[in-house]
């Protein structure tokens, strides 16, 4: 695309939208989307291809199993999972055997196998139209797998890796690092930008609906809203408007409009991605909250997340708490107690159902209006690490430290 082309806003056939994206619209070409970030000054890199399949086998009995399916292919505690996009039906399972798995959620085949890491497999997803699979290990090593062909297409090799996201429209891979840096490639050419901040940690990073900006937080306590065209921080949100603590997740609302932070200091901060003001605070009374440096004792904030059809959040803690909140008012809605550990929450696409997994192996349905508990699942014998719930939210497949995935079926009277 050339620099006439960018300049514009264009809104015929599959030209990209540089001004406004609404989600409802009808979304632009993935390679337009692409080619906005075409006046960025990039660096060239490219990957050689390595690949080689594996098959398994897969049903192993615990004390008490729910799940439908067990996939046992890697040999190591599973750190990630996730499902394809467009049809539910692939997952992606990255582990302590430098290995990620691609395989069919309905039989457990594997598809194919993600070799040539060489560290802890700590990221692993597919891309917006479930064409590519990008897959990341603790060393920084990242590579990106053609889905139809079972090939590696492109790799790059970062400092420590702590995060990996796709653009949620185009072929472009985001990562953030160690030493603070948040890297930007074209897949598959591997045109590059960085996008430079404070030398400390980029611990979580998401890219925003419009595919323009991503809020990345930090070590420091400190959110960036980063302008990815022009390369620039369009808001900083530091010191008393920042977390007191090194940020754990975040999450936006489904236009983008809002971003729900969480923070070792044991607090959960709401910021408008527009103007950058914190709008909202949130700490549960009974939680520690505060933390020192060096300290690790703190309830630390694990997972946040924006229910869809109702104006809700979830904030999860360490010590298992899982506080419900009215975004609205701000008010404390339900504070739920999980019998362990939450590691991560999910709420479902179209319903007020959010879904959390612990470190005893039980993942959890709660229901947000109630603060009731829905469901439980076992048949993991150690701590669920990762999980991820279908469009529908019949089905979650999870990733846990005893060297399985697992997929359930999610049942519920009101279905």
């Known amino acids: 695309m050339d620099n006439t082309q960018e300049s514009e806003i264009q809104l015929h056939g599959d030209e990209e939208i540089v001004e406004v994206i609404d989600l409802d619209e009808t979304e632009p070409g993935p390679e337009d989307l692409a080619d906005v970030l075409d006046d960025v000054d990039f660096e060239e890199d490219q990957g050689n291809a390595e690949d080689e399949g594996w098959e398994t086998e897969d049903e192993m009995e615990a004390d008490q199993d729910d799940s439908e399916l067990t996939f046992s292919s890697h040999k190591g505690s599973v750190f990630c999972v996730s499902l394809d996009p467009v049809t539910n039906t692939m997952a992606v399972t990255g582990g302590e055997d430098d290995k990620a798995f691609v395989w069919r959620v ?34 920084g090593m990242i590579k990106v797998w053609k889905v139809e062909t079972k090939e590696e297409i492109w790799s790059f090799e970062v400092g420590d890796l702590e995060w990996l996201e796709w653009h949620p429209r185009a072929p472009v891979l985001l990562a953030g690092t160690d030493d603070g840096n948040v890297w930007m490639w074209k897949i598959p050419a591997g045109d590059c930008k960085t996008f430079q901040s404070a030398a400390c940690q980029a611990t979580s990073g998401k890219v925003l609906p419009d595919g323009k900006r991503a809020v990345v937080g930090y070590e420091d306590g400190s959110v960036r809203v980063w302008d990815l065209k022009q390369g620039n921080a369009i808001h900083v949100i530091k010191g008393q408007d920042g977390h007191q603590g090194a940020l754990t997740c975040l999450a936006c609302n489904k236009d983008g409009s809002l971003v729900l932070t969480g923070s070792v200091d044991g607090g959960a901060k709401l910021i408008n991605t527009t103007t950058g003001k914190v709008l909202g605070a949130f700490t549960v009374e009974g939680v520690a909250k505060g933390s020192k440096d060096g300290e690790e004792e703190t309830n630390s904030v694990e997972s946040v997340g924006f229910c869809n059809i109702l104006p809700l959040i979830a904030v999860a803690y360490l010590d298992g708490t899982l506080a419900i909140y009215d975004l609205s008012t701000q008010v404390l809605r339900h504070r739920c107690q999980d019998e362990a550990g939450i590691v991560h929450l999910q709420w479902e696409e179209s319903s007020s159902v959010v879904s959390t997994c612990s470190l005893d192996g039980a993942l959890r349905l709660w229901d947000g209006r109630t603060g009731n508990m829905v469901s439980e699942y076992r048949g993991h014998t150690a701590e669920i690490l990762d999980f991820t719930i279908n469009r529908e939210g019949t089905m979650a497949v999870t990733a846990s430290g005893d060297n399985q995935a697992k997929v359930f079926c999610l049942q519920r009277p009101d279905r």
């Not at 070799?115 to 990008?134: E, I, P, Q, R, W």
């Open 106 to 139: 309905t039989d457990g085949e594997v598809l194919f196998e993600c070799t040539g890491h060489k560290d802890s497999v700590t990221c692993a997803l597919f891309s917006h139209d479930s064409s590519l699979v990008a897959t990341g290990d603790m060393s």
